[in-house]
């Protein structure tokens, strides 16, 4: 059967497949991403990867790849979590196959419209090592003038608050993304401040509050300027279900007081949202050059 290659570049994890044009994984398995190592030997680790899915792919076509930060067709544009600027297409992987670049968070929302259903205007909203948007308005996902919509994760929420690392102070993913609420609580994971906070713990019950009030202020504010019919949280924080989407929905209907909340609902697609994007990625390249 033929496949894509897909790989989806995450800040801790990478995740890579063999997607059919149906949206079937045909395959699927996770490596660390070695960020510490520096952003040379993710773009390696990513070549590798790569080839190693060639090679147990009967017919592949193409290469789809999913990674953060500013994206363009053709390069890697700049990413705080791996730290790379201007990375060429062709730096990441070695193939003869036609390879397809985009954005991650644009192209798991893209994949959550395609086999997750909705439409209209939403908002993806994967949080885990950090936290962007894939902006969908009429249906279509949108990158903006420079390919920078969707960066909600640098909105400043408390703007002399806590520093990221993009330079600005008080973003939204200093205080709610999973690897921050790690960070505040002291932990490896945020399911162990989620299971903490779930039992009444003083600390934990703390840390969660003060992301889901983050959170919320940042929503509030695309609400007011955007009007998404749809919220859709994905990423591993979205494993945590009501426990976060409850106080979630309380505290943002608060924020709204002349209109009503958006609805807002965990990812029909998970954690594999983003891998699903980048076998979209490239079939619809494919596609493009064929046609």
């Known amino acids: 059967m033929k496949s894509v290659i897909a790989i989806d570049v995450g800040g801790t994890t990478m995740k ?25 030997r993710v773009v390696a680790e990513i070549s590798r ?15 789809g790849l999913a990674v953060p930060g ?44 395609t086999f997750g259903g909705g439409d209209g205007e939403v908002l993806y909203l994967p949080i885990g090592t950090g936290i962007a948007g894939a902006v969908v308005l009429g249906g ?4 903006g003038a420079g390919g920078w919509a969707g960066q909600i994760g640098h909105i400043p929420v408390w703007p002399d608050g806590l520093p990221c690392s993009c330079g600005q102070r008080g973003c939204l993913g200093a205080y709610a993304s999973a690897s921050a609420v790690a960070r505040a609580y002291g932990v490896e994971s945020a399911a ?5 906070a779930a039992q009444g713990e003083p600390r934990a019950v ?6 889901v009030e983050a959170l919320a202020v940042a929503l509030a504010t ?30 943002l209907a608060a924020r709204l007081a002349f209109r009503a909340a958006p609805e807002l609902a965990a990812s029909a697609l998970g954690t594999r949202a983003g891998l699903l994007g980048a076998g979209l990625l490239g079939w619809r390249y494919t596609s493009a050059v064929t046609t």
Do not use: C, N
């Not at 990867?49 to 290469?63: E, K």
């Not at 279509?140 to 990158?143: D, F």
């Open 192 to 196: 162990q401040v989620v299971d903490a």
């Open 16 to 40: 890579g497949g063999l997607v059919a044009e149906d949206g079937r994984l045909l395959h699927e398995e996770r490596r660390p991403t070695p960020r510490a190592d520096g952003p040379e």
């Open 49 to 63: 990867f790569a080839a190693d899915l060639q090679a147990l792919a009967a017919s592949p076509v193409a290469v």
């Open 222 to 251: 695309y609400t007011l300027m955007l009007d998404p019919r749809r919220i859709v949280i994905g990423g591993g924080l979205s494993l945590a279900g009501e426990h976060l989407l409850a106080p979630l929905r309380e505290r």
């Open 206 to 211: 703390r840390v969660w509050e003060q992301a």
């Open 140 to 143: 279509v996902p949108y990158g």
């Open 70 to 113: 500013l994206v363009t067709a053709t390069h890697a544009v700049y990413s705080a979590a791996i730290g790379w600027r201007d990375v060429p297409k062709a730096a990441f992987t070695d193939t003869e196959l036609p390879v397809a670049l985009g954005h991650d968070v644009r192209a798991a929302g893209d994949a959550e419209l």
